[in-house]
């Protein structure tokens, strides 16, 4: 019985140790010479797809800044894997050891923060409702009756169902796979409303085939901090991540960046977004921190 008791306290020493180690994604991707960053197919101007395997956008940028600073960490050129996640399975990827940086669209909050951790914030959402411009759509209270699009997985109806403006609102929810399928449901007319990040809403309205015939309507259903996503418990690399934010900031690099993305045309269609840095991020610029999404409703 001791016996098996000491292989079954040995088993579990092994165990805690290697998760341990999975935690340390400096050493982690120096003895394998590979880092895998979760990307966006269509999370607006923050992260999207080229096709052929190419992404791009504002916080793929902030990847790869923070992915050459991880490089002259551990002193050699990274194999940069990428892996498409979903807002479903985005966090347990993180978790998991799938995916050692995600860089795209995802909402720092409390709930989120027990399981994963963040980069210091770079970019303030505010989430806002979408609609076809002669819907007639204008207000919460016009979507009683009206079918409503979100994307699996994301916060956005969870909010608009909160909000006190939607007090008594009845609305049909209908689910999107990720953010291009929401839209499509909308431009389809398989939903009235699409319910999501005011940028996103904004990309997507941009790479429409008219995007004249869309608008986004009604007051902020909230304000929210969206960041690049890390493994919890890993200090050195938040510290590199975060240490790289800073410098960009500093520089004036993170400004410049902003400004490529949302306020000049962008690939694949040379248009622009045409949305320019609210004043919440730019307060998150003047005093970086992880601080999660409750933080932005209190008074």
Known sequence: MKKHLLAITVAALAVGGAFAQATDTIAKVKASGTITMGVRDSSGSLAFTLGDGKYTGFHYEVCQHIIANLEKAVGKKLDIKYQLVTSQNRIPLVQNGTVDI???????????????????????????IAVKANSGITTI??????????????????????????????????????????????????????????????????????????????????????????????????????????????????????????????????????LPASEATKAAWANLNDKPAEDYVKK
């Open 102 to 128: 995600e860089c795209g669209s995802t909402t720092n909050n409390a709930t989120r923060q027990k399981d994963v951790a963040f980069a210091n914030t770079v970019y303030v959402e505010e989430v806002r």
């Open 141 to 274: 209270a016009q979507l009683n009756g009206k079918s409503v699009a979100t994307t699996t997985g994301t916060t956005s109806v969870q909010l608009l169902r909160k909000n006190e403006r939607a007090t008594g609102i009845d609305f049909k929810e209908v689910f999107g796979k990720d953010h291009a399928d929401s839209f499509l449901l909308l431009e389809s007319g398989r939903a009235d409303a699409f319910v999501m990040d005011g940028q996103i809403l904004a990309g997507n309205i941009s790479t429409a085939k008219n995007p004249a015939e869309y608008k986004i309507v009604g007051e902020p259903l909230s304000v929210e901090p969206i960041a690049i996503m890390l493994r919890k418990d890993d200090p050195a690399f938040k510290k590199l991540a975060d240490d790289t934010i800073a410098g960009m900031v500093k520089t004036g690099e993170m400004a410049k960046l902003y400004d490529k993305w949302f306020m000049q045309p962008i690939p694949p269609k040379n248009v622009k977004v045409g």
